[in-house]
């Protein structure tokens, strides 16, 4: 009995590809069985039954596929260009892909959010069709994805090649960002380590007028130790504040950390809340506590510094992809002053030994820094101009030297004054160069320029207590005003930005960036140099035939 279909009839074409025959010569059962299986119904012993077609999903009608060919002519013939708005993966729009196709907000932050194992459990399909969809996006027509910036840890030149700005924070023209930069991100994503700054200025000046009130080479001052108590206790504040905001951002932003910590320049504030609690040690308040310091807090401060350098100085030793000569900036030097500063609390706490070893490594490692930023190698990424005020920083190692040396072997002998030489020569060569501190947009890395000044200071008065004379106090009370009258600067600044003019804390570009560069960067100077050099090797071949043809002409006729 015949059935008859209920369906009404489609036409619908095979778009199976054809393959070309490669054996012209083939065995007519080989063929039969080919086709048997290609039509089960036509041939073959199972002839009379009729088998479901299982290749359906293989086949499409004749509009679709005439609908679908146009899309695809369409969309090659149109040139997608890369918006630098954040929304876009190699010039997929992202915004519906990463929010799950929805018209909800315009970036995705959760991407920088903590991975746990909690979250994963209670979103497992919505993150894995996420990742799929990026993935499938940043995916090119070779199969290689395009951009892992995601999955994948940044490299460090990748900073250098995308980043320009005093601090490596500002995005190049020609790159693009993971988050959109018109829309405010949220608060812990804008909190930078670098608010350290802040916590380094402030305990290197309750230092500064510690040494003030109690040196005999500015006793005729008469400065109340009070101004150090209330430069203490604002430092402590400054520092239990940042240090708790950063560790919510630790808490719900751990990616958007290991971003900061793979960044060639902030990686070094991560060991600035460990020198600004030695700074805070030595410079306690004598009304707080007149004990000796005891050496569990030199344990307890440097511990963790000492760990943390031995994984640094390991990259710069190893000779992988962030050795020295490749990440080495200005900010390196805060990798190294805590050594010196880390002596200077073990000398204090009695542990001469341990302070002469910290002293060593720190000045071994500063030779090595110095030596490489001033050689400038061929391998060494280049460093944009803008990054130049921060070459402050190259004062503050020499100058904690000399302070450390002093308070290890009680004399301000030959060995400390070198160091403090040094420091003050750099120091001179940084004021007749005073343009470089200029024109720049105020950000809370300027407070990281006023703690090697501070220190420089110090050390300056350590030196007018050995060679106590005019110029030696009046070069102490020179620089002491200077980098107390910055640091006010620098405090009034941050509060109008912070709460008057809300700008303190603007987008964190720096972190968003990709992996990969998105685009391909077209060099057409360098085309039209080529072509102009092909123009002048040509007439200068013609020029040179011509005259080899002059003088056979010549024989010719002679």
Request: glycine content about 6%; charged content about 20%; proline content about 5%.
């Given at each position: 009995m015949e059935q008859k279909?209920?369906?009404?009839?489609?036409?619908?074409?095979?778009?199976?590809?054809?393959?070309?025959?490669?054996?012209?010569?083939?065995?007519?059962?080989?063929?039969?069985?080919?086709?048997?299986?290609?039509?089960?119904?036509?041939?073959?012993?199972?002839?009379?039954?009729?088998?479901?077609?299982?290749?359906?999903?293989?086949?499409?009608?004749?509009?679709?596929?005439?609908?679908?060919?146009?899309?695809?002519?369409?969309?090659?013939?149109?040139?997608?260009?890369?918006?630098r708005s954040g929304r876009s993966f190699a010039g997929f729009e992202?915004?519906?892909i990463i929010n799950g196709g929805g018209d909800g907000r315009k970036g995705d932050f959760s991407i920088f959010r903590t991975k746990s194992t909690l979250s994963k459990q209670n979103s497992l399909l919505p993150s894995v069709i996420r990742e799929r969809d990026i993935e499938n996006s940043l995916r090119g027509e070779?199969?290689?994805?395009?951009d892992e910036s995601i999955n994948e840890n940044v490299s460090a030149g990748r900073y250098f090649a995308a980043l320009r700005g005093p601090e490596l924070d500002e995005v190049k023209d020609n790159e693009d960002i993971l988050l959109p930069k018109e829309e405010q991100w949220p608060f812990l994503l804008r909190f930078p380590i670098g608010c350290y700054g802040i916590c380094l200025g402030l305990s290197s000046q309750a230092v500064l007028w510690l040494a003030l009130a109690k040196s005999p080479a500015t006793h005729f001052l008469h400065i109340p130790p009070v101004i150090n108590l209330v430069l203490w206790?604002?430092?402590?504040?400054?520092?239990?504040?940042?240090?708790?905001?950063?560790?919510l951002k630790c808490i719900f932003y751990f990616e958007a950390?290991?971003?900061?910590?793979?960044?060639?320049?902030?990686?070094?504030?991560?060991?600035?809340?460990?020198?600004?609690?030695?700074?805070?040690?030595?410079s306690v308040p004598p009304v707080l506590t007149r004990k000796p310091l005891h050496p569990a807090i030199w344990c307890v401060f440097m511990g963790p510094y000492f760990f943390l350098e031995l994984k640094i100085?390991?990259?710069?030793?190893?000779?992988?992809?962030?050795?020295?000569?490749?990440?080495?900036?200005?900010?390196?030097?805060?990798?190294?002053?805590?050594?010196?500063?880390?002596?200077?609390?073990?000398?204090?706490?009695?542990?001469?030994?341990?302070?002469?070893?910290?002293?060593?490594?720190?000045?071994?490692?500063?030779?090595?820094?110095?030596?490489t930023l001033y050689q400038r190698l061929p391998t060494s990424e280049a460093l944009p101009k803008e990054l130049h005020p921060v070459y402050s920083m190259f004062i503050a190692a020499p100058s904690a030297a000399s302070?450390?040396?002093?308070?290890?072997?009680?004399?301000?002998?030959?060995?400390?004054?070198?160091?403090?030489?040094?420091?003050?020569?750099?120091?001179?060569?940084?004021?007749?160069?005073?343009?470089?501190?200029?024109?720049?947009?105020?950000?809370?890395?300027?407070?990281?320029?006023?703690?090697?000044?501070?220190?420089?200071?110090?050390?300056?008065?350590?030196?007018?207590?050995?060679?106590?004379?005019?110029?030696?106090?009046?070069l102490a009370l020179t620089l002491s005003f200077i980098s107390s009258a910055m640091v006010c600067v620098l405090f009034v600044s941050t509060l109008l930005h912070g709460f008057v003019w809300q700008s303190l804390f603007p987008n964190d570009l720096a972190i968003a960036i990709t992996n990969k560069r998105l685009?391909?960067?077209?060099?057409?100077?360098?085309?039209?140099?080529?072509?102009?050099?092909?123009?002048?090797?040509?007439?200068?071949?013609?020029?040179?035939a011509e005259k080899d043809i002059e003088p056979e002409d010549e024989s010719h006729h002679g």
């Open positions: 279909q209920s369906t009404p009839r489609s036409n619908f074409a095979d778009i199976n590809e054809v393959v070309p025959e490669e054996d012209a010569e083939q065995e007519p059962q080989q063929q039969d069985n080919n086709n048997n299986k290609r039509f089960p119904g036509s041939r073959g012993p199972n002839r009379g039954r009729q088998r479901p077609y299982r290749g359906f999903s293989r086949q499409v009608s004749l509009e679709t596929g005439f609908s679908v060919l146009n899309r695809e002519s369409k969309g090659r013939s149109e040139k997608k260009s890369l918006p992202t915004r519906g070779d199969g290689e994805t395009k206790l604002l430092a402590l504040v400054a520092l239990v504040s940042v240090s708790f905001t950063y560790m950390i290991k971003r900061e910590y793979f960044h060639p320049v902030r990686v070094n504030f991560f060991f600035a809340p460990w020198v600004v609690c030695m700074f805070l040690a030595i100085y390991g990259q710069w030793l190893s000779g992988g992809r962030r050795r020295l000569c490749k990440v080495a900036n200005p900010s390196s030097h805060l990798s190294i002053v805590g050594n010196f500063v880390g002596a200077i609390l073990a000398s204090k706490v009695g542990w001469n030994e341990a302070a002469k070893f910290l002293w060593a490594v720190g000045f071994a490692h500063y030779l090595v820094v110095f030596v302070i450390a040396w002093n308070t290890i072997y009680g004399q301000f002998d030959g060995c400390s004054r070198t160091c403090f030489f040094i420091a003050l020569f750099l120091y001179i060569s940084l004021v007749v160069r005073i343009n470089f501190f200029t024109g720049f947009k105020f950000s809370v890395a300027w407070w990281s320029y006023t703690f090697p000044m501070t220190t420089a200071s110090v050390a300056t008065i350590k030196y007018a207590e050995a060679v106590p004379c005019f110029t030696s106090r009046a685009t391909k960067e077209k060099k057409p100077l360098k085309r039209a140099y080529d072509l102009k050099r092909w123009g002048k090797q040509a007439l200068s071949k013609k020029i040179s």
